[in-house]
């Protein structure tokens, strides 16, 4: 059994910051260990494709972002809370869309979500212009 819930999603006017936070919880989890997880957060608004946002692999904790976030948004994991977190700023009407994270078991950070094995809900991240 696998949970990831995102939460901390809402809206916010251009330029604006949001946290979202992912909590892990279940078996799989506490089997493997949450630190054993690279993590990934990805979004998708309305009528596109799922596309990738950021990841932070497990061990060493590298991070990966794509190129339109650099600089404005970070990503963090604490393991001991199971959580990764999106810290994201100056936020763009463009980028209105429901943000999800993704468990890789051991993974590298793929910015492919096919890599992932398990997935939040999402939550709902609206920036007004």
């Known amino acids: 059994q696998v949970q990831l819930v995102e939460s901390g999603g809402g809206l916010v006017q251009a330029g604006g910051s949001l946290r979202l936070s992912c909590a892990a919880a279940g078996r799989t989890f506490s089997r493997y260990g949450f630190s054993n997880y690279a993590m990934g957060w990805f979004r998708q608004a309305p009528g596109k494709e799922r596309e990738f946002v950021a990841s932070?692999?497990?061990?060493?904790?590298?991070?990966y972002y794509t190129d339109s976030v650099k600089d404005r948004f970070t990503i963090a994991r604490d393991n001991p809370k199971n959580t990764v977190y999106l810290q994201m700023k100056s936020l763009k009407p463009e980028e209105t869309a429901v943000y999800y994270c993704a468990a890789d078991l051991y993974g590298a950070g793929s910015p492919s979500g096919d890599q992932y094995e398990h997935w939040g809900q999402g939550t709902q991240v609206t920036v007004s212009s």
């Open positions: 932070i692999t497990w061990g060493r904790s590298r991070t």
